[in-house]
């Protein structure tokens, strides 16, 4: 028992970090069609501006509990200045086109994004742990036990039923449901569908910065931190089907328990267990847990 318990907290804790990274990847291609390679910038900018405003916080001795307001602020900052940017100006001439060039474009974007996050943030890590402090521990079967780790795997259970409520209970819900059925129909009933994806894409882009945001008091933020959470977001999208988000959560907890497996037993395979996860799924499920076949206008 002393042993599963470390284990499935530290799965539950990695798989919403993961959740965080992958759901609005999901979300973003399951609405505008899109496969945004750029998708873990967001991610490591609101890694960034949660990290410097915490920093600020803790400098000029305001408050602590700010820093947890600060972590939210964070996320919805960089999506209400970088969502509408990007989607208007680069994303809105992808829709339609091939994959191939979906993911060039966009992948042009990360380089472009990742290189200002240096200029503008340097090339230091950075490390701002006070919500966790504030948080403190407690003993979980005789196991001592980080509260903030248990703070994120609520945050990740409430954006779940969040986004489903959303979706399934909401007019935006309805209409982004119209949208993603047949988006001319939608048009010719009078549906601004350019302003559902923006709304569609700027909450994808929360959710990246989010999940950096919230990642800060565990594991700080450094360069290259968008490179990796790309490609474990993809890998996450792939197992749980891609636009599923459902699928999402899922297959977060598959990789995190595959990586937590693999840091407890076998260390060096801890980077490659995520992807040998992925492998054998899509072996069993060539689209995915909650993908299917559909059909395609060409």
Aim: glycine share 8%; proline share 3%; charged share 10%.
């Amino acid at each position: 028992m002393n042993a599963i318990i470390p284990l499935v907290l530290d799965t539950l804790s990695s798989a919403a970090l993961i959740f965080f990274a992958a759901v609005g990847l999901t979300l973003v291609f399951n609405v505008l069609r899109v496969l945004n390679v750029a998708h873990g910038s967001f991610y490591s900018i609101g890694a960034y501006v949660a990290a410097s405003i915490c920093a600020f916080i803790v400098s000029r001795h305001l408050n602590p509990y700010l820093s947890f307001v600060a972590l939210l602020f964070s996320a919805a900052l960089v999506a209400v200045v970088l969502g509408p940017l990007i989607e208007s100006t680069l994303i809105r001439w992808t829709y339609g086109k091939s994959e191939a060039v979906q993911i060039l474009i966009t992948f042009g974007l990360f380089l472009i994004l990742e290189d200002l996050q240096r200029m503008v943030f340097g090339v230091q890590s950075f490390y701002e742990d006070t919500p966790m402090r504030l948080m403190g521990s407690s003993s979980i079967g005789g196991v001592v036990y980080l509260n903030y780790q248990m703070f994120l795997v609520a945050m990740a259970v409430i954006v779940v039923f969040g986004l489903r409520l959303l979706i399934k209970h909401s007019r935006l819900g309805r209409l982004v449901t119209a949208v993603v059925a047949d988006r001319e129909m939608a048009q010719s009933i009078g549906v601004d569908t350019n302003k559902i994806f923006i709304l569609a894409f700027s909450l994808g882009v929360f959710l990246a910065a989010l999940g950096g945001a919230l990642a800060v008091p565990t594991s700080g933020v450094a360069p290259g931190l968008g490179a990796d959470t790309m490609v474990l977001a993809f890998a996450v999208a792939a197992i749980g089907g891609l636009g599923q988000i459902e699928g999402a959560a899922l297959a977060a907890l598959i990789v995190a328990l595959a990586r937590v497996l693999a840091i407890y037993f076998v260390p060096s395979l801890d980077a490659v267990a995520p992807y040998a996860a992925m492998l054998i799924v899509l072996l069993v499920r060539p689209y995915g847990l909650f993908g299917a076949i559909t059909t395609r206008r060409i």
